[in-house]
């Protein structure tokens, strides 16, 4: 089966760094996503691990490691803007495209 | 460019009425995804295209769901004698080609069942 695990809200402070953690468990692996979506919005693509370690683009960071099946996506001098949920996806089977995304997390951003 | 683009954005339809929502890609595009998402939640898989053919229905919930892309472009998603059930967002996203990873998503068909 699938479960991808990540919390359900969290708060932070503009500015800030938050780190907002996701785990998996799927029949196969072929890379772990991280998607933003703001309220009303379609999500649209951040970042892409397949190997182990960390992503870096802009204020933005993903780190992946398979063994434990945890990723987690760092973001850093927080700005109100970044107020939406962040959804975890993983492409599941040896040589599918199947995607399998998480219920997402609501970061708040405040003042 | 054009992004992801789907029709009718908002769809109100009697119990049992069937619907066909429509998705086009990014011009060139490869694969083509369906996904269903209900408030507060993420994206649900129900079935992907890799030009023409359908290479994984296993996410479509049960026989009345059915999805076909027969030019290798445009895309139907076809539900039968809706339910009420069915309501929620329908989104396509399309990616470049068979080994990319980025989607694109488009603004999804919110359907209403009454």
């Known amino acids: 089966g699938q479960n991808i695990d990540q919390p359900t809200e969290m708060t932070a402070t503009e500015g800030a760094i938050v780190q907002i953690n996701c785990t998996y468990q799927t029949s196969g692996f072929n890379g772990l996503f991280w998607y933003q979506q703001h309220a009303g919005e379609a999500p649209t693509f951040l970042s892409y691990n397949v190997l182990d370690g960390l992503e870096e683009k802009g204020r933005f960071s993903s780190f992946l490691s398979r063994s434990k099946g945890y990723s987690y996506l760092l973001l850093k001098e927080l700005q109100m803007k970044d107020s939406a949920s962040y959804l975890c996806?993983?492409?599941?089977?040896?040589?599918?495209?199947?995607?399998?995304f998480g219920a997402g997390t609501r970061l708040f951003v405040k003042a | 460019g054009a992004g992801v683009s789907q029709s009718p954005r908002y769809k109100v339809t009697k119990r049992g009425q069937d619907v066909a929502l429509r998705c086009d890609p990014i011009?060139?595009?490869?694969?083509l995804y369906w996904y269903r998402q209900a408030l507060g939640q993420g994206p649900e898989f129900l079935t992907y295209f890799n030009y023409e053919a359908q290479q994984d229905k296993s996410g479509l919930p049960n026989d009345r769901f059915s999805a076909e892309r027969p030019e290798g472009s445009i895309s139907t998603l076809t539900i039968q004698r809706t339910e009420q059930r069915d309501s929620a967002m329908y989104r396509c996203a399309s990616s470049p080609g068979i080994d990319s990873y980025e989607q694109y998503f488009g603004p999804g068909t919110r359907l209403t069942v009454t």
């Open positions: 996806a993983v492409r599941e089977g040896t040589g599918g495209f199947k995607t399998i």
């Open positions: 011009s060139g595009h490869v694969s």
